[in-house]
């Protein structure tokens, strides 16, 4: 062999020496949660066309569809929006609120629990249902608010992504707690 061939041998001994004993083991790398680092709550009274109002986050923008009874909160940061869907059908308030009920149940094939909470306001006319649904489900909270004659408010919570209630937790709690203060300040306007 001679002195250009040993050398080259030499050369790609050493390259492979470097790559190969100085690598560690690979390990696998655990899976992990999105932090999120939420803003203060605070809150400021919106007022529009639509026949209620409420205190809406500062952190939060509202949608309107001009030719319905729809509107959006949206929170864009954090891939969140709250739709809410409004009637004033006094011959449907029983049909209207059980479908709210029944399309909140029909998460309870992958939910782990559905949890019912009552809210009632009869100096503003507002009796809602909350409820929190736990586990991997596309929406974790949803609500309805009445005024028990004819005006009907829905409400449910989506996140764009796919449902993971260990990491969407942190959010789930904090916009439940922005639902809820929507369903306290919520008031109807006389038509």
């Known amino acids: 062999m001679n002195k250009q061939g ?3 041998v030499l050369f790609c001994a050493c390259v492979v020496l470097a790559f190969a004993g100085c690598s560690e083991p690979r ?3 655990s899976y992990g949660y999105p932090r999120f680092d939420f803003p203060e709550k605070r809150y400021r009274q919106i ?3 639509l026949p209620y109002s409420f205190e809406l986050p500062t952190y939060a923008r509202l949608k309107l569809y001009p030719d319905s009874m729809a509107q959006d909160i949206e929170v864009p940061e954090y891939k969140a929006t709250i739709y809410l869907t409004y009637y004033n059908r006094a011959s449907a308030l029983d ?3 059980e479908n709210a009920r029944t399309l909140t149940y029909k998460h309870s094939m992958r939910a782990d629990a559905i949890d019912e909470q009552f809210y009632e306001n009869p100096a503003n006319r507002v009796y809602a249902i909350l409820y929190n649904v736990s586990g991997d489900v596309a929406t974790s ?3 309805y608010a009445t005024d ?3 005006r009907f408010l829905r409400g449910t919570l989506y996140f764009y992504c796919v449902p993971n209630a260990d990491s ?3 959010a789930i709690d904090y916009f439940a707690k922005d639902i809820v203060h929507l369903i306290e300040t919520l008031k ?3 038509e």
């Open 27 to 29: 390990v696998p790398r």
């Open 95 to 97: 049909t209207l609120t």
């Open 47 to 49: 007022d529009t066309i």
């Open 188 to 190: 109807w306007k006389d």
């Open 168 to 170: 969407l937790a942190p």
């Open 141 to 143: 909270v949803q609500f």
């Open 6 to 8: 040993f050398r080259s």
């Open 148 to 150: 028990s004659v004819s």
